[in-house]
Nanobody, 123 residues
Framework: QVQLVESGGGLVQAGGSLRLSCAAS????????MGWFRQAPGKEREFVVG????????YGADSVKGRFTISRDNAKNTVYLQMNSLKPEDTAVYFC????????????????WGRGTQVTVSS
């Protein structure tokens, strides 16, 4: 079974930066699409950005384009989310997810999930 563990969340002022990490287990990690979702209180889980097994990026949220960058290091079984120019509206629990069949914007389509890490952006 694949397990995902997020880290790197915290409290940051508007305009600041954070880098989230997602450490994955599993022999087939390098062939999985990986993605980041976020969920703010009272709102649905939102697809933020994903990366294919061969390194292509697909954005799900227009609001993060130019500010967030996803990357992966297959040798370390880790995916990252670099978040710059953070805004209060970025405040949410951020979840790492994996899927063998490629990126989807629908949370229900993903195979594996981390438990989330809190990102809070103050004004």
């Amino acid at each position: 079974q694949v397990q995902l563990v997020e880290s790197g969340g915290g409290l940051v002022q508007a305009g600041g930066s954070l880098r989230l990490s997602c450490a994955a287990s599993g022999r087939t990690f390098s062939r999985y699409a990986m993605g980041w979702f976020r969920q703010a209180p009272g709102k649905e889980r939102e697809f933020v950005v994903g990366i294919t097994w061969n390194g292509d990026t697909i954005y799900g949220a227009d609001s993060v384009k130019g500010r967030f960058t996803i990357s992966r290091d297959n040798a370390k079984n880790t995916v990252y989310l670099q978040m710059n120019s953070l805004k209060p509206e970025d405040t949410a629990v951020y979840f790492c997810a994996g899927r063998l069949l490629g990126i989807s914007s629908l949370p229900s389509m993903w195979d594996y999930w981390g438990r989330g890490t809190q990102v809070t952006v103050s004004s």
